[in-house]
Structures are given as C-alpha cells and as structure tokens.
C-alpha cells in the first residue's frame, strides 16, 4: 500500500510535473544556473556583476573594470526555506482552508473566524506550499540537482539536508505532510530568524527559495539582504484572495493566527472597506520594495492560482530579469 506521501507525489509529478516537462528546462541548459571553477573569458563589467569575479590585472592594464566568466556547472544546489508559521494555515480559495473567508484587521497581521481554530494544520495557504515545495524539488532533482528543505516555526524547526533522487524528494514530502507539535506560544513568526538559519546551513553558493507570507515587521530585510550577497535568491509569497480583498460578511469575529488577537469587525461598512483597502495597499509595496532592495526576485502565488501557469510565470520573468 502507498503511503499519503507518495500519493501527492505521484499526483504532483502527473498532474503538475509532466506538464512542465521542456517548459522550464532544456537538455543542457537551466533556467537557475550553477557556478563553475574553469576560466572561459573576459568581459567588460556591468553594475549587475558580482564583484568578486573582477579581474584586476586586467582592469589595471586596461584602465577600466573586467570581470572573469567561468564554463558554468549545471549541477546546483537548492535549498527551499518554508514559513510553517500559523499563519499559513489561512486560506479560501478552492474550499482549503474550510472556514468563512476573512481579511486582515491592518496589514501585517492575517486573521481568521475564531471557529477556525483547531482547523486543518495543512489547509490554505500551507497546502500551496506544500506542493509549491514538492513540485520544486522533482523539477530540480530530475536534473541530478541536491535540493534541501528548512522547516521554520518558532518552535520547531527541521533541516533536511541536500540530496538527489526522487526518494529524497519522497521523504521531503513525508517531512512537509507530517504534523507538528501543538503551538504553545502566541508570537509572530520571527522570519529574520528564518534567514539567518537559512544562511548558517546554505554555506555553498546556490538557489534559495525563500516562500512566506512575510507577515510582520520589515526587520528581516537585512537578513533577506545577506543570504542574496551569496546566493540567488527568490522570494515567493503566498497569498490569499480574501487577504487582499475583504468580502462583505456582515459583523464577524476575527482571530489574529499568530498571536490569539481577537476584534469585532463589520465587514459591511464602507469606510472600514476602504481603510483596510489602503493599509493591504502600502503593505504590499512596503514588502514587494523591501524584497528588491534586498537583491532578491520577487514573485507572488495567489492560493486560486493554477501552479503549473505560476511556475512557467516565475521561471520567464526569472530569465527577463538575468538578461
């Protein structure tokens, strides 16, 4: 008998993978490339350019600056570090979540029905991770790539380490699926903690995928900003509609996921529509500006999105943005 690992694994690999066979790879070439140690050329250095890579002799004799291009290795390694926070655990769109859809009181902090309390600790936004996650590491793998996970909670957080293979990816699956220890404190998630463990296990230069729903304060742009100094970077968040448009619902009790705040909310005044409107608004230009000023690609996954037509998005402003 299989195991709930292997089947979303299997249904990934046919409903999702096989889809994006050749869309997002060729035969020789990726579409996230590796470093490699053997000198190919010299060329003129543009202000996108690592400098590290400067040849100085070079830009010495010729008075102005040079940088090394190296025949690249397509083998790469790629980390995925994954928000488990409570607040991915919100979600409307295709009936995942299974609760009454709500929004957050002020931008930062996503709320939910208090019945919801208890839900399904992979509903919503956790579920999309999940498989977002999944997905990435059979597409990297399939190319004889290491993929390695971090698990983040304030609690609880699980290192697996980098390899290949599609078991590896079996037991990433088993990792992602399996339930946590029941959440004892009532603090947002500390995602500049987050990094900072990313950066301290990720010591080869690689491809990080940094997926959140970067609630809270903007304190872990530093931290964003070193781990891109050493690796390409992107950073995924994943939303929900309901987080960005409040539906009208009349007087509803809402629960802040993270810390137990509880408010009384008329989703049917206006006003308070248009308020709410405006803080979600600069909230996601304060987020998306601060992901940028990192050094970091920054993409957003709706929970109503198609994950195939997400991807193939992602991997073609990816290779615009390099070019």
Not at 271 to 282: G, N, T
Request: with cysteine; proline share 4%.
């Amino acid at each position: 008998m299989t195991t709930a690992p292997d089947r979303l694994l299997r249904r990934l690999e046919w409903q999702v993978v096989r889809r994006l066979d050749g869309r997002l790879q060729g035969a020789y070439r990726t579409v996230f490339r590796g470093t490699g140690i053997d000198f190919a050329d010299l060329r003129g250095y543009t202000p996108e350019d690592d400098v590290r890579h400067i040849d100085w002799n070079v830009t010495a004799r010729l008075d102005e600056p040079y940088v090394r291009q190296y025949t690249e290795d397509r083998e790469l390694t790629a980390w995925l570090v994954l928000d488990r926070s409570a607040s991915m655990r919100f979600g409307t769109a295709s009936g995942r979540a299974g609760s009454v859809p709500t929004s957050p009181e002020r931008a930062g902090r996503r709320k939910r029905p208090a019945s919801a309390e208890g839900g399904d600790a992979e509903g919503g936004k956790a579920s999309v991770v999940t498989e977002l996650a999944v997905c990435l590491a059979r597409l990297f793998t399939q190319g004889g790539n290491r993929v390695g996970a971090i698990l983040y909670d304030n609690q609880v957080h699980r290192v697996v380490p980098a390899r290949t293979g599609r078991n590896h990816v079996l037991h990433l699956t088993h990792e992602l699926t399996r339930d946590g220890p029941a959440r004892a404190d009532r603090r947002p998630t500390d995602l500049a903690a987050m990094l900072h463990l990313a950066a301290s296990t990720a010591r080869r230069r690689g491809l990080v995928f940094v997926v959140s729903d970067f609630i809270g304060d903007l304190d872990w742009e530093p931290a964003l900003t070193r781990l891109a100094m050493r690796h390409e970077v992107v950073a995924i968040r994943v939303v929900d509609p309901a987080e960005l448009d409040l539906p009208d619902l009349g007087l509803v009790l809402v629960e802040d996921a993270e810390t137990g705040e509880q408010l009384l909310a008329d989703t049917s005044d206006p006003l308070f529509r248009r308020r709410l409107r405006a803080e979600v608004d600069a909230r996601e230009f304060a987020v998306t500006g601060a992901i940028r000023r990192a050094g970091a690609a920054a993409h957003r996954l709706g929970t109503d999105q198609d994950l195939v037509t997400a991807l193939v998005e992602m991997a073609q402003r990816s290779k615009r943005r390099r070019a």
